[in-house]
């Protein structure tokens, strides 16, 4: 399995990118959850955003991005999206894509350790 995180690079403030996760040797349909996670430097791994398998099925954010970023898939492609509008400084990261085979209680999807496989990341630097 193995999963690559693309499309991160240097923006300006109030910029826009759209990450790319793509998964090979695994499809997401067999994956309760695909999530989106970032580092920034000093800081720990936090929770962005995540997308259940099904088609329809609510998404979830974090409060610092909802409003900015979009996450979505598309099955054909066996891709994940996440659309960052309105970028800030402090979306300064590298971004991971991130595959969850069980469901667990609460929100589950939040937490990195409940996730199994990790993409490598890719670096977002936004400028002020």
């Known amino acids: 399995v193995q999963l690559q995180a693309s499309g991160g690079g240097l923006v300006q403030n109030g910029g826009s990118l759209r990450l790319s996760c793509v998964a090979s040797?695994?499809?997401?349909?067999?994956?309760?959850?695909i999530g989106w996670f970032r580092q920034a430097p000093g800081k720990e791994r936090e929770f962005v955003a995540s997308?259940?398998?099904?088609?329809?099925?609510?998404?979830a954010y974090a409060e610092a991005v909802t409003g900015r970023f979009t996450i979505s898939r598309d099955g054909a492609k066996n891709t994940v999206y996440l659309q960052m509008n309105s970028l800030k400084p402090e979306d300064t990261a590298v971004y991971y894509c991130a595959v969850g085979l069980r469901r667990y209680g609460g929100d589950w999807y939040r937490r990195d350790a409940n996730y199994n496989y990790w993409g490598q990341g890719t670096k977002v630097t936004v400028s002020s």
């Open positions: 040797g695994f499809t997401f349909d067999d994956a309760w959850a």
């Open positions: 997308i259940p398998r099904w088609t329809g099925g609510s998404t």
